[in-house]
């Protein structure tokens, strides 16, 4: 079993950045590929980046590519992104979530484990 925390969000103006966290309960965390995903009001959940359990693999959405970077720190059971350059069509909740598989993948349906969320809001 493994409980996610998401932190880090809040209301910022295009341009500039934020840094999300996960943090994680459980010891297999370190087994796990994690994932953030998006909602915005309105429409269905979306990809946004993925890790797999040992960091090296990651995979963007071509809307955030060269903006977000997603990172862990297995030693904390924690997981990153930093936005930057954020839009306002960035807006939308963010979730992250645990794919007890390791593997990198974009469906939501391979995640096993999924946290609240945390709101990220873009002014123009």
């Known amino acids: 079993q493994v409980q996610l925390v998401e932190s880090g969000g809040g209301l910022v103006q295009a341009g500039g950045s934020l840094r999300l966290s996960c943090a994680a309960s459980?010891?297999?965390?370190?087994?796990?590929?994690m994932g953030w995903f998006r909602q915005a009001p309105g429409k269905e959940r979306e990809f946004v980046t993925v890790?797999?359990?040992?960091?090296?693999?990651?995979y963007y959405a071509d809307s955030v590519k060269g903006r977000f970077t997603i990172s862990r720190d297995n030693a904390k059971n924690t997981v990153y992104l930093q936005m930057d350059s954020l839009k306002p069509e960035d807006t939308a909740v963010y979730y992250c979530?645990?794919?007890?598989?390791?593997?990198?993948?974009?469906?939501?349906?391979?995640?096993?484990?999924w946290g609240q969320g945390t709101q990220v809001a873009v002014s123009s």
């Open positions: 890790i797999n359990w040992s960091g090296r693999n990651t």
């Open positions: 459980g010891r297999t965390f370190s087994r796990h590929a």
């Open positions: 979530a645990a794919n007890a598989g390791g593997y990198v993948s974009t469906a939501t349906g391979v995640y096993d484990y």
